[in-house]
């Protein structure tokens, strides 16, 4: 099993920028890819950044150039610097990850808020 918690998010002006922060932990797994999806109210959960085992990334076109994505594997984390937000980038931001522990699956953290005012 593996447990992903996030944290920093939070409400900011639009312009601004937030860091989200997740941490991976559990026994004896390893992580093929961690990234971020978002879902704003009424609409279906999207895919944010990706990065993957040998740092290759993969952003929305939404949020290249604003958003990076980057990992620490020391540290079982990954972040997700914003830059430049829009009121458009407003949602529940959730940490995945695809890893091995007995077996491959999908882990999900609990999400956390992110408003951005205009």
């Known amino acids: 099993q593996v447990q992903l918690v996030e944290s920093g998010g939070g409400l900011v002006q639009a312009g601004g920028s937030l860091r989200l922060t997740c941490a991976a932990s559990?026994?004896?797994?390893?992580?093929?890819?961690i990234g971020w999806y978002r879902q704003a109210p009424g609409k279906q959960r999207e895919s944010v950044a990706i990065?993957?085992?040998?740092?290759?990334?993969n952003y929305a076109d939404s949020v290249k150039g604003r958003f990076t994505i980057s990992r620490d594997n020391a540290k079982n984390t990954v972040y997700l610097q914003m830059n430049s937000m829009k009121p458009e980038d407003t949602a529940v931001y959730y940490c995945?990850?695809?890893?091995?522990?007995?077996?491959?699956?999908?882990?999900w953290g609990q999400g956390t808020q992110v408003t951005v005012s205009s």
């Open positions: 559990g026994s004896s797994f390893e992580i093929k890819l």
């Open positions: 990065i993957n085992s040998v740092d290759s990334t």
């Open positions: 995945y990850c695809l890893a091995t522990s007995s077996t491959m699956r999908s882990y």
